[in-house]
């Protein structure tokens, strides 16, 4: 029909379906006649209304040509001639029917451009394939191509000019053209075979042949069971087997019988006997028989369904992850209900290429046809065949249910390669897939739909079914399934949508389908009753149907208009995620724990998407991250967050936290692991099913349950454990489908965090399985699970969004000084790997990608308030300079101090870390101040503040200091605020190890490795400070005053002016503006604390008060440690954005800290961090100074006293929780219990600054109730100690020993509470001694064994003490033991002094040194008490010595740098007096020696003697050398020694001493030869007598031979015969290095708390004695001991007295080598250390000069240079420009008088005797004027006894310096 035809009866069809009558004339008869078929006459009969036979009649005429001419016949015929008037007469638009007919031209060209291209003319295309293809593709775009030829030879000859046309043999061709080769290509097709005709000819030729085919194509192709041989057989039986309990050594029968898959499926139970004969298996059953022959029926039976059994690969049985081939099966491993249920595709949507089926994964659907027509009718269709079968079974299958969808007027999507699974109330099929192509598919389909329907109903048909969709079916791990080569696996689906609209009242039959001979050419489809199955209808069924028609498509276009009207409301994704996470504001305000879930990623995810949309990973700041994805090949989130965010994670798997597991076979490796995760900064990122970096390949679901399951219930367990109650938030993260073992896990989780998680995935067909399952597992309801999962957000706004709402800032790019003086960038990943670091850039603040230059002037007030508020001094304080935070007086000197620091000038050979202090008070300003320095540095020195001290702060640093450095670079400056002092003396130790290391490696000299700005907060300023040290006070110069009040006037204009916070509020910076103005911190605390008035927030402060008050450190207290004490004070008061309330549904609670009240706001701040791990968030209070004030109000408001309030506080809920929060709660509150302030003095306080306040304000019994509630809640063994000082301060003996007692039993290797223990006894006998003092009066013998028992405990304690104190590897060496031992002994023997026997002086000292002497009260003691009291002197001689050696042999601890001040006294000031007293009991006091002595004791007497006129010691001798009376005293004892020295008791330590005060005695003499010879072989003979009778092995004897015998010229030529030879003195120098270390294992050069050892003696010039030289001699008076620098080596004084020696400096600069040459020329080489790694290489292996030091460890090297004469250099002079370093005075000289016995007692007897005249002088009635002012000076008298008993008794128990 033409055009303008078809326009005529298309504007009339109304008219001509109203007024042409079909069943009352011949109209139809005719139209038969003529151009109707009789299907065509059938259809239209089959109409029940005249309006509907007319309307098909009028669609069947628009598909004939002639049609319109016919139709004008039929109505003339019929008489419907005024009908054919209104028709002829009706106008048509030709113009509007040539614009058609071009956009028809053009649609045509594109096509033929598109399928075909040029040729020469012997290549041709069919005419009716042309034809095909037009067709074709204008169904695709759901139009009807209805033209004629002449329109495509037209579009033909107008693209292809050449192109001919021609006809032979009855086929057309057309020449010139060719079809491209890819014209049936897509972008993902993978078909290989391609022809170049589609004709249907060749068609039907292909598919006839595609059987033969196949069978080379199809290898693969899985066999059927009964073609299986026994091997495959037998793999395949396993399984089955194993799940029966059939024994699996019936499979080695089959193979050994040949039972291959033929005779499987044939074996019958007599069979089975005679394979399993009972007489060899008498144990296999009948039973057992029969369930073989049951499994292969049903494996038989399954094959017959479709089932197919691949043969099992061995290698793949053993991988966790099967390749699936084209015979694959679904899985059995696990029920239906396990498998993943997928989400079907959006219904009438086209797919995209996100859309993907898990393969063996179920859709369900229900099989009902419910009374909503719009909702989709599922149908599944799978069959395994050829693929080449595929489209035609498609095609065919397809169309019964297309034409019973749009006959029922429902939506329906039929899904090809789905195999339906039996159920009775749902539609459940399981995804298999089908291989296949796509266009042959969609050609194959539309041939399919032409062939079938009615030309008429063709159009509507086509514009209704849409186009077939292809989703790939992938494996677990989202990747393709690859089944053969010609393919991937598919689900084809064909969506069907009957519009009113486009269907209207037509029926739609089908013709000739199926086709049959008998059967009828057209029939009509329509769905059974209640199911989605096509059924042919009856001539019964069609009438009724033709009847009902209409009112099916009334009822769907209602239900679509219904649909339109009642559109779903879009829920705010946003704002759910808003109510669930942060309560409903845009930016979290709480302190919340964010955990997150990641689910296995999309394989085709690329880098750049999961650059741009997962940022938020880090930025939510998770506290764990646990991922289920392997991490293989470099792919995976991990290795975004780290690689390209440059992030920092702890690589964890489940078997970290899995006590079974072979990481946790070590001893306490899992609590040593959970450990570090509690105390590490790094965050955790735990890999929960496998990670193949390190070979722990994922596992699959049943496997996993074995073997991880625990692993991660444990690590659930253990982060429950850790974060606050209520405040953490599971996010799960579903990126793909692969999730099952996810899905598993949360179980676990959600038990455990039951309301607080949220599921984030971008649709529901991922998220529709995790939802369906958690239902059906009753893990969450159904309303629980709408509101919790958002669905439908894309990554790349949920990225946004969570950026937004935790207020992540931009990262601008850092630059940190190089010592060239250029800049270098500080990548982010450097960054954070320092962790330990807050780097401070050179570029801060000038570049910061958060703040726009028009918002700087806001941000500026913003940074101000809140500095002023109270808070840490931020870097952008200090980018607005002195506008923010004003420069404190010292400033200046501080900056100048650091500068000369870093470049060497104030600093020791000795140390390479350079130290500089700045002391303040609390609240000063201290830490500001500090942080001024690093920032006006920051551009010539790399400058960073240390946010906590751990193991790998020393490593940080060293990689700071290197980043991108040359060899020798500047050294970094470290700002350490108030920290521990062990973590700090620890972390110094480690600096200078590593710089002494660098020194050997390195050729360029290493002045200063770093240097520490270290911030002491004290409240107690010390009065002698080390040099470089500054101090802060509560004090303000008049300059800095009016800094403040100049900046007060400017705030209050500004306020006045343009609003803004109110300056009274700034109380921080009123405070000092008040010049710390006591009177105003209280009126400011009377006024804000007033207006408090909840009872929650008022506790809150309370106790917040409590612990800043008497906390030392001021440490901030975690906000969720107060969650049980502000449980109900959640949604009090919560308004978000005007009005909106916390009571919305959907909403999280708001946590309390959001809304309290603004005056305790404004007390109050929150600290970024709390702890090391650097999660918990904080409170604290502005300051200290607020703290104490805010404390004693509101203790005194309350009518409480201190101890009181600490009872309340530690009975309070908030110890009621246990977790992260808790932990640091806890160590806050047992600091506040036992840490000890530092005095001015450099002693610290007896007990901590709480318990000092109860003991002084309250009562020694309130304080101990604390401490006792403190250990019983916490169970801290130094809480223990604490209260053993608190009963030994009290004299509580017994309880004092008990608390002693457990805490040397809970930690028995710590050496601290020996010492502890100890002092129980010690100052119980020291309070008898002082008691009997008192009186003068003689002890009862019972009293005297006590106390002598007393001395025993306490001795044997402090014993324990020096074992422990050796194995303890901690920075400072604890040596109080061996001075507390003496101090006992001492006290001991001042006890004797009033026991019966021992009264008497002399008695006294006669038993203590004669062996027979017992005097009475010794009757009581055992023998071994005895002989333990007279050995007192050997022991006490052996301890001093130990003490005596370690203060002289090693220099002083380089690590008393890093503490903040000198003592005033320290136990070794006390040695002399120490000393001092015990030879008034062991030592002589005459020379002359009793004649009734024997010879041994002869000996005895003169070595005490000897000991108590030099010492036991070289030091001590040395000491005589500066005595006026020293020669004699050395004459003297050198008399005395030579007479042991020659009897038969001659001891080694007779000989050093011998040797010791000779050397002393004749230094510098000339002419002495004879005395230096006897000195050579009193050497030799000492060292042939080491070993035989010392306790401890003496350094002495091999310092004094190597000195004495070292090789020169002129002892040659003098003493030849008894120098000892070269090789002696090599061998002497190795077992001196050996005894070294042996005695001090501290100093060996792999230990990094090293002390050097000092040299005393130098080789000189001359002969002789003249030899040995001093080292303190080469200093002029005055000069300190230690110079600083190498200066010391170029003064004129020790070029004059110390020899040049010439030697060969060996490779790495640790050794020399020198060649002596013996009298009889001989060459010898001695080797020795050089005093310090030379690393200059250029002097390596070259002749140098040095001179020869004698050290305690040996001989060596020092000034080793290439100058035979160095030059001289005027040392350069020592200046500090440090605050007040005062100079250390004798604090001892407070004790003098109370030093010893003697003046003690003196002294008591004469307040004795005062007090007992005064007592006389009050009963007499007159006195004298002098007798009534001695009566008057009675009290003063009693206090001055007072006073020297207690400086008797800090003498005695050395409490001076604890």
């Known amino acids: 029909m033409d055009k303008p035809d078809r326009k005529r009866i298309q504007k009339n069809w109304s008219y001509l379906k109203e007024n042409i009558d079909v069943g009352g004339t011949v109209f139809l008869d005719k139209l038969f006649e003529s151009v109707f078929s009789q299907d065509d006459l059938e259809r239209v009969k089959a109409e029940c209304t005249t309006g509907d036979k007319v309307d098909r009649c009028l669609r069947i005429l628009y598909t004939k040509s002639a049609g319109y001419n016919e139709f004008c016949q039929a109505l003339k015929a019929s008489q419907h001639d005024f009908v054919l008037e209104t028709l002829q007469m009706t106008v048509i638009d030709l113009k509007e029917i040539e614009e058609e007919e071009q956009k028809i031209l053009s649609t045509l060209k594109e096509i033929l451009h598109e399928y075909y291209e040029r040729a020469d003319h012997t290549c041709f295309v069919m005419k009716e394939v042309i034809q095909d293809d037009v067709q074709y593709e204008f169904s695709q775009k759901q139009q009807l191509f209805e033209e004629s030829w002449d329109y495509i030879d037209k579009a033909l000859k107008e693209e292809f000019p050449d192109s001919l046309f021609k006809r032979k043999r009855r086929k057309e061709k057309i020449y010139g053209i060719k079809r491209k080769t890819d014209y049936t290509s897509e972008e993902d097709d993978s078909v290989t075979d391609r022809e170049n005709e589609d004709s249907p000819a060749r068609k039907m030729t292909s598919k006839n042949q595609t059987g033969n085919e196949s069978q080379g194509k199809m290898s693969t192709v899985t066999k059927p069971l009964k073609d299986k041989d026994v091997h495959a057989l037998c793999a395949i039986l396993k399984a089955r087997f194993l799940e029966k309990g059939i024994e699996q050594s019936i499979l080695e029968i089959f193979v050994k019988e040949d039972v291959n898959g033929e005779v499987f499926c044939t074996l019958s139970m007599e069979d089975m006997h005679y394979l399993f004969p009972k007489e060899r298996l008498p144990n296999f059953s009948f039973g057992q028989r029969k369930l073989i022959l049951n499994i292969r029926d049903e494996m038989v039976q399954a094959e017959k369904n479709g089932l197919l059994f691949p043969d099992n690969n061995p290698e793949e049985e053993q991988s966790d992850v099967k390749e699936i081939g084209p015979g694959a099966e679904y899985s059995t491993d696990y029920p239906v209900s396990d498998k993943f249920r997928e989400t079907f595709r959006k219904f009438g949507f086209a797919a995209i290429d996100r859309d993907k089926y898990l393969f063996d994964s179920i859709l369900t659907s229900e099989n009902q046809i419910t009374n909503s027509l719009l909702e989709t009718v599922h149908n599944f269709m799978y069959e395994e065949m050829d693929e080449n079968l595929i489209p035609d079974w498609i095609a065919k299958t397809s169309i019964p249910y297309i034409a019973s969808c749009l006959n029922e007027r429902v939506n329906g999507t039929i899904h090809f390669g789905v195999k339906v699974l039996p159920n009775e109330c749902t539609l459940k099929g399981n995804i298999i ?381 850092s630059e940190i000084p190089t010592s060239n003086g250029a800049f270098c960038r500080l990548k982010e990943k450097t960054r954070n790997e320092l962790f330990d670091l807050d780097i401070l850039s050179a570029n801060e603040c000038d570049n910061d990608l958060n703040i726009a230059k028009d918002n700087i002037e806001q941000h500026r007030k913003n940074v101000e308030e809140a500095f002023f508020r109270g808070g840490l001094v931020q870097w952008w304080n200090l980018w607005f300079e002195e506008d923010h935070v004003l420069k404190r007086h010292m400033h200046k000197r501080l900056v100048d101090e650091i500068r000369n620091v870093c470049e060497g000038y104030e600093i020791d050979d000795d140390s390479k870390v350079g130290i500089v202090r700045l002391v303040h008070q609390p609240g000063a300003g201290g830490t500001t101040s500090a942080k001024q320095v690093l920032w006006e540095l920051r551009k010539k020195y790399r400058c960073a503040v240390a946010r906590r001290i751990t193991e790998q702060t020393c490593d940080q640093i060293e990689k700071f200091r290197y980043y991108e450095e040359s060899e020798n670079p500047k050294p970094p400056i470290i700002l350490i605020d108030n920290e521990d002092e062990e973590k700090l003396t620890n972390l110094f130790a480690r600096l200078e190890n590593r710089a002494r290391i660098l020194s050997r490696r390195s050729e360029a000299p290493c002045k200063v490795y770093c240097v520490f700005l270290l911030c002491f907060r004290r409240a107690n300023l010390p009065r002698n400070s080390l040099d470089h040290t500054f101090q802060l006070r509560h004090e303000l110069n008049q300059q800095e005053q009016k800094w403040f009040q100049r900046k007060n006037d400017h705030l209050q204009e500004q306020y006045k002016t343009k609003g803004g916070v109110n300056p009274m509020l700034l109380i921080s910076f009123n405070m000092l503006k008040e010049n710390f103005n006591k009177d105003y911190i209280k009126r400011a605390v009377q006024e804000f604390v ?139 509150t047992k600091d506040i219990m036992k840490k000890r302030e530092l005095l001015s003095t450099g002693r610290k306080e007896y007990f901590s600054p709480l318990i000092m306040e109860v003991i002084n304000k309250e009562s020694v019994d309130n304080a101990a109730k604390i401490l006792e509630m403190g250990f019983e809640m916490f169970n801290d063994a130094m809480i223990a100690q604490q209260i053993a000082r608190l009963y030994m301060y009290a004299k509580n003996w017994d309880k004092a020993e008990n608390f002693a007692k457990i805490a040397t039993q809970m930690k028995p290797e710590n050496s601290y509470l020996w010492d502890t223990y100890g002092q129980v006894f010690k100052r119980q006998l020291t309070d008898m001694y002082l008691e009997t003092s008192k009186e003068s009066s003689e002890l009862q013998e019972k009293d005297a064994v006590e106390a002598i028992k007393l001395g025993f405990k306490a001795i044997q304690k402090f014993n324990q003490e020096q074992e422990k104190s050796e194995k303890e590897h901690g920075v400072k060496f604890n040596d109080a033991g061996y001075f507390a031992e003496m101090r006992t002994v001492l006290i001991l023997l001042e006890i004797l002094h009033f026991c019966p026997g021992t009264n008497v002086p002399r008695n006294l000292k006669r038993f203590l040194n004669d062996s027979h002497y017992i005097p009475t009260f010794c009757k009581n003691l055992s023998e071994e008490a005895i002989q333990r009291i007279k ?99 050395l004459k003297n004892v050198e008399a005395l020694l030579f007479q042991n020295c020659k009897s038969a008791y001659c001891t080694v330590t007779d000989i050093i001493q011998l040797v010791s005060v000779s050397i002393v005695r ?183 000069y040095f001179y020869v030091g004698f050290s305690w460890s040996g001989p060596k090297a020092f000034d080793v240079s290439l100058e035979e004469t160095p030059s001289l250099e005027t040392p350069r002079p020592i200046m500090s420009t440090g605050g007040s370093s005062v100079k250390v005075n004798s604090g001892l000289q407070k004790y003098r008088d109370v030093s010893n016995h003697e003046d003690y007692q003196k002294k008591m007897k004469e307040f004795k005797h005062l007090l007992k005249k005064i007592e006389q002088l009050k009963k007499m009635k007159s006195l004298t004027e002098r007798e009534r002012e001695l009566v008057m000076r009675e009290g003063k008298i009693i206090s001055e006894r007072e006073d020297l008993m207690k400086r008797r008794e800090e003498f005695l128990s050395g409490a001076f310096f604890t």
């Not at 629980?784 to 999962?789: E, G, H, M, S």
Request: with cysteine.
């Open 1431 to 1529: 050995s007192f002197q050997f022991r006490t001689n052996t301890v001093m010595r130990i003490i005596e050696e370690q203060s002289s042999q090693l220099k002083s601890d380089i690590m008393n740098n890093a503490t903040v001040c000198k003592p005033d006294f320290t136990q070794r000031n006390s040695l002399a007096y120490l000393r001092e007293n015990l030879d008034n009991y062991f030592g002589e006091n005459s020379d002359n020696i009793p004649s009734s002595l024997n010879e041994q004791d002869r000996a005895e007497f003169i070595r005490r003697r000897v000991r108590r006129l030099v010492g036991n010691t070289l030091t001590t001798v040395l000491r005589l050398k500066s005595k006026e009376d020293g020669q004699s005293i």
């Open 433 to 813: 897939g089908l291989f296949a192509n796509k266009q042959k598919i969609k050609r194959r389909l539309f041939e399919a739909i032409r062939n079938a329907f009615f030309d008429d109903d063709f159009e509507i048909v086509s514009r209704c079914v849409q186009p077939p969709q292809f989703i790939r079916v992938v494996n677990s791990e989202s990747s393709d399934l690859e089944g053969c080569q010609s393919g991937k696996r598919f689900i084809v689906e064909i969506d069907i949508i009957p519009s009113s609209s486009l269907v209207e009242e037509i029926a739609f039959f089908v013709k000739n389908f199926p086709s049959s001979k008998e059967g009828p050419k057209r029939c009509l489809y329509r769905f059974q009753k209640g199911t989605a199955n096509p059924m042919i209808l009856t001539g019964e069924q069609e009438h009724s149907f033709m009847n009902a028609k209409s009112k099916i498509n009334q009822e769907r276009r209602n239900q679509e208009e219904n649909r339109i009207q009642s559109t779903a409301k879009t829920t705010d994704l946003r704002q759910q995620f808003l109510n669930l996470f942060s309560a409903g504001n845009e930016v979290l305000l709480e302190e919340i724990y964010p955990i997150l879930f990641l689910s296995s990623l999309e394989s085709d995810l690329g880098e750049e998407f999961i650059a741009e949309n997962f940022e938020f990973l880090n930025d939510i700041d998770p506290s764990v991250i646990f991922d289920f994805d392997s991490c293989s090949e470099g792919k995976g989130m991990f290795h975004f967050v780290e690689d390209d965010q440059e992030k920092i994670f702890k690589i964890l798997t489940t078997d970290t936290f899995d006590k079974n597991s072979e990481e946790n076979l070590g001893k306490d490796a899992l609590n040593n692991a959970l450990e570090d995760l509690r105390t590490s900064v790094i965050k955790p990122w735990v890999f929960c099913n496998g990670y193949q970096p390190i070979r722990k390949d994922p596992l699959k679901k049943l496997a996993w349950k074995q073997s991880r399951s625990n692993g991660f219930k444990e690590a659930i367990r253990f982060f429950y454990g850790e974060i606050p109650v209520d405040r953490a938030i599971i996010v799960f993260l579903l990126f793909s489908k692969n999730y099952d073992i996810m899905l598993d896990a949360a179980d676990e989780v959600l038990s455990k965090f039951p309301d607080q998680w949220i599921l984030l995935a971008t649709n529901e067909s991922i998220a529709n399985h995790w939802k369906q399952n958690l239902l059906d597992r009753e893990s969450v309801d159904k309303k629980t699970l709408d509101k919790r999962c958002i669905i439908g957000m894309p990554w790349k706004h949920v990225n946004e969004m969570i950026k937004k709402v935790m207020g992540t800032k931009a990262t601008s790019i």
């Open 1562 to 1744: 004749n230094l510098y003499k000339e002419n002495a030869d004879d005395e230096y010879r006897g000195l050579l072989q009193w050497s030799k003979r000492a060292l042939e007598m080491t070993g035989k009778s010392e306790e401890r092995p003496s350094l002495e004897i091999y310092m004094f031979l190597v000195l004495l015998h070292w090789p020169t010229v002129r002892r040659y030529e003098k003493f030849a015969d008894d120098l000892c030879t070269v090789k002696q003195l090599q061998d002497v120098i190795k077992k001196w290095k050996s005894i070294f270390f042996q005695i001090y294992p501290r100093q060996r050069e792999d230990a990094f708390l090293h002390r050097g050892d000092t040299t005393f003696f130098f080789l000189g010039r001359g002969s002789a004695f003249s030899e040995i030289v001093y080292y303190e001699d080469l200093h002029e008076k005055g000069d300190s001991r230690y110079f600083r620098g190498d200066s010391v080596w170029r003064k004129q004084n020790v070029r004059d007295r110390l020899q040049r020696v010439q030697g060969i400096l060996k490779p790495q600069g640790l050794e020399v080598l020198i060649d002596i040459k013996s009298p009889r020329g001989n060459i010898e080489t001695l080797v020795i250390t050089t005093s310090l790694p030379v690393a200059q290489r250029h002097l390596w292996n070259k002749k140098v």
């Open 1090 to 1228: 007033n207006d408090i008035k909840n009872e929650q927030e008022q506790a809150l402060l309370c106790h917040l008060s409590l612990m800043n008050t008497f906390d030392l450190d001021f440490q901030s207290v975690p906000i969720s440690a107060f969650d049980p004490l502000m449980t109900n004070f959640k949604n009090i008061k919560y308004i978000a954005f005007g009005s909106v309330t916390q009571q919305r549904r959907g909403f999280r609670e708001t946590s309390w800290e959001v809304n309290l009240n603004s005056s305790l706001l404004v007390l109050v701040n929150r600290s970024a961090r709390v702890d090391c791990s650097s999660q918990l968030k904080g409170f604290c209070i502005i300051n200290q100074l607020f703290a104490s004030e805010i404390f004693t109000y509101i203790s005194s408001k309350k009518h409480m006293t201190t101890s009181e309030m600490m009872m309340q506080f530690l009975g309070s809920t908030v110890f009621k929780s246990y977790n992260r929060s808790y932990e640091a709660l806890k160590k806050i």
